[in-house]
């Protein structure tokens, strides 16, 4: 895996500051977070999976359920307790634009039989979008030979 993924976890760091080819704040026309700079990515980027190092060899090789988790500082929590996290950017970002089929980040993992957990935002209840990613995302998993699960957490 070719790829790095940076956090911002304050708004004090400017792009300069991030070493990096072509760096360009991604944010949404919507203004999503008021406008706030939440990841750098690069230019024209596709979406990546994001592994926490610690749990990561679980995470591909394991056969104990894997925790496929919507938000990065999430998938970082799950990971603290020991369980094999994958992170996602998005409800959306498990493919590429135009497509259904799982990123090729998913090639690596051992999906065969195994339990998927997903953890989508609290949202999936209320925003029929999300739910319906939520459902794709489970058909390509099953296509890929996994058991995906839904996992609900409580609204706020």
């Not at 496929?68 to 094999?84: A, F, N, R, T, W």
């Not at 029929?128 to 609204?155: F, H, K, T």
């Amino acid at each position: 895996m070719d790829y790095v993924k940076l956090k911002i976890w304050t708004d004090d760091a400017e792009p300069a500051d991030v070493r990096g080819d072509e760096v360009e704040e991604h944010r949404a026309k919507w203004r999503y977070n008021n406008g706030a700079r939440k990841y750098l990515v690069r230019r024209q980027s596709t979406p990546r999976l994001y592994f926490p190092i610690p749990t990561m060899q679980q995470a591909l090789q394991g056969t104990e359920p894997l925790w496929l988790i919507e938000g990065m500082k999430k998938s970082l929590s799950v990971m603290q307790l020991g369980l094999p996290a994958i992170g996602m950017e998005s409800a959306w970002s498990w493919h590429v634009k135009d497509s259904r089929a799982l990123l090729s980040d998913f090639s690596f993992i051992r999906m065969k039989d195994r339990i998927v957990e997903i953890v989508p935002d609290s949202d999936v209840g209320t925003n029929p979008m999300i739910a319906r990613s939520m459902r794709q995302l489970a058909d390509a998993l099953r296509a890929a030979g996994a058991r995906p699960r839904l996992v609900r957490l409580p609204g706020r």
